[in-house]
T-cell receptor, first 112, second 113 residues
Framework: NAGVTQTPKFQVLKTGQSMTLQCAQD?????MSWYRQDPGMGLRLIHY???????DQGEVPNGYNVSRSTTEDFPLRLLSAAPSQTSVYFC???????????FGDGTRLSIL | AQSVTQPDIHITVSEGASLELRCNYS??????LFWYVQSPGQGLQLLLK??????LVQGIKGFEAEFKRSQSSFNLRKPSVHWSDAAEYFC???????????FGPGTSLSVIP
């Protein structure tokens, strides 16, 4: 079982560049979510989706976009990267409900 | 505002010793409560969860947690720590099943051989 797969694992961007972090799950989970992890702050919810075609904002959504065209995929887009978005990003899924059950291994993103 | 706090940033214990990691929450009503573990370079793994009922919850890897409504706490315990338990531990909460989850800041656990 692949579980939750995130790509890339590492990325360095320049300020102002855009990019998409990919997240895919093969468990047919309806709930998917994106978090950023910063030292001393735990994980903070960026965006989440309760099913294909449905997304909503989390705690820190500014500067990020998401879409959910299929059950399997939930990409996170940085529209214009800023140094404040340097972080480790995690995607998670669950069968139902807001508590994440399965996490990807993370994407470490640096914005110069 | 809803919040989850973990008073201890870092804890060091000797292998074989008992462990207790503290978690407190601030919610209008009792939320759903969770503990996760994160090994270096990995994503989080769900250790256990509390929805309702028995206040002592058993989880994986020999961990348990006790919910205390009077103290708004959900502390994680393990009777005998193994070196492989060294990791970051996060407490989390959400008000209802489809609410937005809130994580605590985490407690880093070091284990001395």
């Amino acid at each position: 079982n692949a579980g939750v797969t995130q790509t890339p694992k590492f990325q360095v961007l320049k300020t102002g560049q855009s990019m998409t972090l990919q997240c895919a799950q093969d468990m047919n989970h309806e709930y998917m979510s994106w978090y950023r992890q910063d030292p001393g702050m735990g994980l903070r919810l960026i965006h989440y989706s309760v099913g294909a075609g449905i997304t909503d904002q989390g705690e820190v959504p500014n500067g990020y976009n998401v879409s959910r065209s299929t059950t399997e995929d939930f990409p996170l887009r940085l529209l214009s990267a800023a140094p404040s978005q340097t972080s480790v990003y995690f995607c998670a899924s669950s069968r139902g409900g807001g508590q994440p059950q399965h996490f990807g291994d993370g994407t470490r993103l640096s914005i110069l | 505002a809803q919040s989850v706090t973990q008073p201890d940033i870092h804890i060091t214990v000797s292998e074989g010793a008992s462990l207790e990691l503290r978690c407190n929450y601030s919610y209008g009503a009792t939320p759903y409560l969770f503990w996760y573990v994160q090994s270096p370079g990995q994503g989080l793994q769900l250790l256990l969860k509390y929805f309702s009922g028995d206040t002592l919850v058993q989880g994986i890897k020999g961990f348990e947690a006790e919910f205390k409504r009077s103290q708004s706490s959900f502390n994680l315990r393990k009777p005998s720590v193994h070196w492989s338990d060294a990791a970051e531990y996060f407490c989390a909460a959400l008000k209802t099943s489809y609410d937005k989850v809130i994580f605590g800041p985490g407690t880093s656990l070091s284990v001395i051989p």
